[in-house]
C-alpha cells in the first residue's frame, strides 16, 4: 500500500505531465511518457518535456554501439543533452520511500 507522500508525489508527477527517457541496467534506453512514482529499480531517469522524449532517445540510441553498458549508455543520453533543446533532471529511485528531489536525494514530503 503506497504511504501518503508516494500518492501526493504521484498526483503531482501525473498533474505535471512530466516525460523521460530512461537507461536501464543492461544499457538500453527507452521512454515513458508519464514519470511515475513508482519506476524501476536500476533504471535512471531523465525527465523531458511532454513531446521531446522520443527523439533525445532516438538521438541517443544512434550513438551507442552493441553490448553498451548503463554508465556508456547514460553518457550517450548525456550527450544529447548538449545538442538538445531540454534541461535533463536525473532522478534515481532509492529504497527509502520518500519523493525523490532533483538531486537525486530522497526526502519526505
Known amino acids: 500500500m503506497p504511504t501518503r507522500n508516494e500518492l501526493l508525489a504521484g498526483h503531482f508527477l501525473k498533474a505535471a505531465g512530466i ?4 537507461v536501464d541496467p543492461a544499457g538500453a534506453i ?3 511518457d508519464l514519470v511515475r512514482i513508482d519506476a524501476p529499480s536500476g533504471w535512471a ?14 538521438k541517443a540510441t ?11 549508455a547514460l553518457a550517450a543520453l548525456r550527450s544529447v543533452a548538449v545538442t538538445a533543446p531540454w534541461t535533463p533532471h536525473q532522478i534515481k529511485r532509492h529504497h527509502s520511500y520518500g519523493a525523490p528531489d532533483r538531486s537525486g536525494r530522497s526526502h519526505s514530503c
Open 19 to 22: 516525460a523521460a527517457v530512461y
Open 30 to 32: 527507452g521512454t515513458v
Open 45 to 58: 531517469l531523465l525527465c523531458c518535456a511532454p513531446g521531446k522524449q522520443i527523439g533525445i532517445a532516438t
Open 62 to 72: 544512434a550513438r551507442l554501439v552493441t553490448g553498451t553498458d548503463q554508465a556508456a
